[in-house]
Structures are given as C-alpha cells and as structure tokens.
Nanobody, 121 residues
Framework: QVQLVESGGGLVQAGGSLRLSCAAS????????MGWYRQAPGKQRELVAVITSGGITNYRDSVKGRFTISRDNAKNTVYLQMNSLKPEDTLVYYC???????????????WGRGTQVTVSS
C-alpha cells in the first residue's frame, strides 16, 4: 500500500520562507511525476508545481521565481521551497505522485492528506 506523508507546513510572516516535504512509502516500483497542488475552502485544487522523474519542472505563474520544487529519487521524496511568501499563499497544500506499486501494471496518482500553510500580513 502506497502512502504519501507531507510535512513542513505552518505559520510564517509575509516575506518569510517554508519548506514542504512529501515522502512516498510502501511497495513502490517506480514514480513518474511528483508535485504539489493547493486548495482554498470551497474551491478547486490548483497546481502549484510539478517535477518529472528526469527533473523537468513546471510552475504556476503566481509562484514562479518564489517557489522551487525538487526531488530525491532515492528517498521517493519531493520538496517545495517557498520563499517570499504572501498572504494569498495561505492554503492547504497537497502533494501527489504518479506511482506504480510493485503489484500493479500501471502508474496511478496518489495524494497526501494536506498540510496547512498560513502567511500573516
């Protein structure tokens, strides 16, 4: 059974930084893309950043130049370094990963449970 566990959320002042981590565990054969979405109450999740297994990255426009996504393939872990945080970044952040478990023929998307990021003005 595959699990994704996030850590690193919290409260920070505007202009500050936080680093989110998300570790995938279980019987994993391979992982394709990993990344982060975020969501406000009552709204759809929006993609923040994604990174392929080869290290190609993509970001939503509002975080470009402030957020950096990276991954450690040996640890099945993805990171999101968030700098110059703004109050509008206050949301719940969810990690995801396209995982092929050892018992499956295909990759499926797995989600973490979310971590709250709060930026005070």
């Amino acid at each position: 059974q595959v699990q994704l566990v996030e850590s690193g959320g919290g409260l920070v002042q505007a202009g500050g930084s936080l680093r989110l981590s998300c570790a995938a565990s279980g019987s994993i054969l391979s992982i394709n893309a990993m990344g982060w979405y975020r969501q406000a109450p009552g709204k759809q999740r929006e993609l923040v950043a994604v990174i392929t297994s080869g290290g190609i990255t993509n970001y939503r426009d509002s975080v470009k130049g402030r957020f950096t996504i990276s991954r450690d393939n040996a640890k099945n872990t993805v990171y999101l370094q968030m700098n110059s945080l703004k109050p509008e970044d206050t949301l719940v952040y969810y990690c995801f990963a396209e995982v092929r478990p050892s018992t499956a023929l295909y990759h499926s998307v797995y989600w973490g449970r979310g971590t709250q990021v709060t930026v005070s003005s």
